[in-house]
T-cell receptor, first 116, second 113 residues
Framework: SQQGEEDPQALSIQEGENATMNCSYKTSINNLQWYRQNSGRGLVHLILIRSNEREKHSGRLRVTLDTSKKSSSLLITASRAADTASYFC????????????????FGQGTILTVHP | SAVISQKPSRDICQRGTSLTIQCQVDSQVTMMFWYRQQPGQSLTLIATANQGSEATYESGFVIDKFPISRPNLTFSTLTVSNMSPEDSSIYLCSSGLARETQYFGPGTRLLVL
């Protein structure tokens, strides 16, 4: 079963506005990663946040992680038309004893449309 | 960061045939993974390609349908066997260290008629 659920499924905003996407998951994780995908092409890695981190920034991106609620959010500030894409969260699940196998479980994704 | 290439980038195939997809990483990596993305859907892990041993398949995926090779630390192939229209998807490989960023190839877009 899918580990992650994302909301909203689709988000439409104007250029300059902020976009917030949320991700929830079900089991213990080592880290959570956010990816962008343009028009069904390959995935571009945006940011990784580890289970012992609460917030991370990268340029116009801000990611938060709340392990008690098993949720994460991705904030894109001052959005641009070029940010139009699908955004996915993916969790690296923690195995027994904190082991890691590197494999990811993806959320359903949020389709972001930024209008010029 | 790893640079990953895939061949072919896209293909149109007839049902009942097989297609082998290649994945090349620009550096030696321990872990390589294969994912499927069905139309309008998210990514689902097919299997972990293990170097020197058989691949480890996720629930719902079997070796007869998706045989995988991993002859060395930079290369892997995924074969989609006896294809049907339901196999039409984007197939992506990825690699990376455990607990670190996983990098993805550009994907292979497959259409089965």
């Amino acid at each position: 079963s899918q580990q992650g659920e994302e909301d909203p499924q689709a988000l439409s905003i104007q250029e300059g506005e902020n976009a917030t996407m949320n991700c929830s998951y079900k089991t213990s994780i080592n880290n959570l990663q956010w990816y962008r995908q343009n028009s069904g092409r390959g995935l571009v890695h945006l940011i990784l946040i580890r289970s012992n981190e609460r917030e991370k920034h990268s340029g116009r991106l801000r990611v938060t992680l709340d392990t008690s609620k098993k949720s994460s959010s991705l904030l894109i500030t001052a959005s641009r038309a070029a940010d139009t894409a699908s955004y996915f969260c993916a969790t690296e699940v923690s195995g027994a004893g904190g082991t890691s196998y590197g494999k990811l479980t993806f959320g359903q994704g949020t389709i972001l449309t930024v209008h010029p | 960061s790893a640079v990953i290439s895939q061949k072919p980038s896209r293909d149109i195939c007839q049902r009942g045939t097989s297609l082998t997809i290649q994945c090349q990483v620009d550096s030696q990596v321990t872990m390589m993974f294969w994912y499927r993305q069905q139309p309008g859907q998210s990514l689902t892990l097919i299997a972990t390609a293990n170097q020197g041993s058989e691949a480890t398949y996720e629930s719902g995926f079997v070796i007869d349908k998706f045989p995988i090779s991993r002859p060395n630390l930079t290369f892997s192939t995924l074969t989609v066997s006896n294809m049907s229209p339901e196999d039409s998807s984007i197939y992506l490989c990825s690699s990376g260290l455990a607990r670190e960023t996983q990098y993805f190839g550009p994907g292979t877009r497959l259409l089965v008629l």
